[in-house]
Nanobody, 125 residues
Framework: QVQLVESGGGLVQAGGSLRLSCAAS????????MGWFRQAPGKEREFVSS????????YYADSVKGRFTISRDNAKNTVYLQMNSLKPEDTAVYYC??????????????????WGQGTQVTVSS
């Protein structure tokens, strides 16, 4: 079992920055591909960014490319999402996910093995 706990969310003005953290416990994070997803009110959960188990492959949704950066620190069992130039449309609950494979499942969300409880990000205009 892997427990994932997100933190770092909050209220920020448009153009601002936040850094989300996802701390894992239970098993070493280096065995898992990791990703971030988000869900806005009334919408389906969507892929934001992911990093492969090795850390060598990074993926971003087009809507966040150039603004968000994912990284992982296996020594700290933590994955981060640096979010810059935030927009009101980035407002959502952000979830961390882990998958015991090479890559995160970006569209078949049920194929991911573990999920955190989420952290709210609100961007005001």
């Amino acid at each position: 079992q892997v427990q994932l706990v997100e933190s770092g969310g909050g209220l920020v003005q448009a153009g601002g920055s936040l850094r989300l953290s996802c701390a894992a416990s239970g098993r070493t994070l280096s065995n898992y591909a990791m990703g971030w997803f988000r869900q806005a009110p009334g919408k389906e959960r969507e892929f934001v960014s992911s990093v492969s188990r090795s850390g060598g492959w990074l993926y971003y949704a087009d809507s966040v490319k150039g603004r968000f950066t994912i990284s992982r620190d296996n020594a700290k069992n933590t994955v981060y999402l640096q979010m810059n130039s935030l927009k009101p449309e980035d407002t959502a609950v952000y979830y961390c996910a882990a998958r015991g494979g090479l890559l995160i499942a970006r569209t078949s969300l049920d194929d991911n093995d573990y999920w955190g409880q989420g952290t709210q990000v609100t961007v005001s205009s």
